[in-house]
């Protein structure tokens, strides 16, 4: 079977697409939440929807976040930082919605899985980007954290795969890194 390297985003592409976002509004002030938290932890979408406040605590200055019963039925833990955590809180605070859920419709309801991926893809055209989809930003962040540890077993444990051959499609080397290595000093 073929596979099939993941795309990514780059730095400026994920910039671009957090400003799509006025966050006057709390429906788009929360999808813009979602997005950035899927892009500095790799959390899956149905993780995202089911996240409640309760999940988060405070772990040495930076705040962890416990997955419950992810993909494959298995727990892990990811961290924000302070500045993150206050982001998710304030949301919920400026907009006057009072909910177990971290992220919820007006009417504290859960965000169906649908409207986020169209969401995503109708934020991703309007700044030129057709290719994307939700899982890609769990690509990019996974792909940022082996560029920086080049750990194959912290993608893994990050990841919550259970195979490293799942996590292995994160060692792609970016377009970046090949052009900084062929034209380096003589």
């Known amino acids: 079977m073929k596979r099939v390297l993941p795309e990514v985003l780059t730095k400026q592409e994920q ?3 957090l400003a799509q976002f006025n966050t006057r509004y709390f429906t788009s002030h ?16 149905s993780e995202i929807i089911n996240l409640r406040f309760r999940d988060i605590t405070p772990s040495d200055g930076v705040f962890k ?10 727990d892990r ?18 907009h006057d919605i009072i909910s177990t859920l971290v992220f919820c419709t007006t009417k504290k309801k ?35 954290v082996y560029d920086k540890t080049k750990d194959i077993r912290v993608v893994q444990d990050i990841a919550g795969h259970s195979s490293i051959a799942t996590t292995m ?18």
């Open 110 to 144: 859960p965000v169906k899985d649908s409207y986020i991926r169209k969401m995503i893809k109708e934020k991703g055209k309007k700044i030129g980007l057709d290719r994307i989809h939700f899982h890609l930003l769990r690509h990019t962040y996974l792909t940022r």
């Open 15 to 17: 910039r671009d697409l």
């Open 169 to 186: 499609i994160y060692t792609h080397t970016s377009g970046a890194a090949i052009k900084e290595a062929m034209i380096g000093d003589l």
């Open 65 to 74: 976040i416990h997955i419950k019963n992810g993909k494959g039925h298995k």
């Open 77 to 94: 833990m990811v961290f924000i930082s302070p500045v993150m955590y206050n982001d998710l809180y304030e949301l919920h605070e400026k």
């Open 30 to 45: 929360r999808n813009m939440l979602m997005i950035k938290l899927s892009l500095v932890t790799g959390m899956r979408i």
